[in-house]
């Protein structure tokens, strides 16, 4: 029997259930202020818009702050796992006692 264009093997019903769905560039990212298409629209990254150059400059501040700090703490992970490993096997355990230094 062939496949008729009114059923399909899944089921797919729409994510938006017949609600009205907002549309990506209606709204500014940031502060949600309604955009005009008479005005300008400040993009970011492509797809991103905003209102002003303004809430674009606070966003990408924010975006440059979280790299920053995803920066540190990807440094921190790694200093502390250079600290767990300890000295390489190919040195020899070698304390000071009274600043003579004594093998172990």
């Known amino acids: 029997m062939p496949p008729s264009a009114s059923s399909s093997f899944f ?9 009205t769905v907002r549309h990506a560039m209606d709204a500014c990212y940031l502060c949600g202020k309604p955009l005009s ?8 990254r492509g797809d991103t818009p905003f209102c002003s ?8 501040d924010m975006d ?3 790299q920053r700090i995803k920066t540190n703490i990807l440094k921190e992970r790694a200093a502390r796992y250079e ?9 020899p355990n070698v304390t000071c006692a009274a600043n003579v230094p004594v093998a172990s």
């Open 37 to 44: 298409r008479n005005f300008d629209i400040f993009m970011y």
């Open 11 to 19: 089921h797919i019903v729409p994510l938006d259930r017949g609600a």
């Open 83 to 91: 600290q767990r490993r300890g000295a390489p096997a190919s040195e």
């Open 53 to 60: 150059e303004e809430c674009r400059s606070v966003q990408m």
């Open 64 to 66: 440059e702050a979280r």
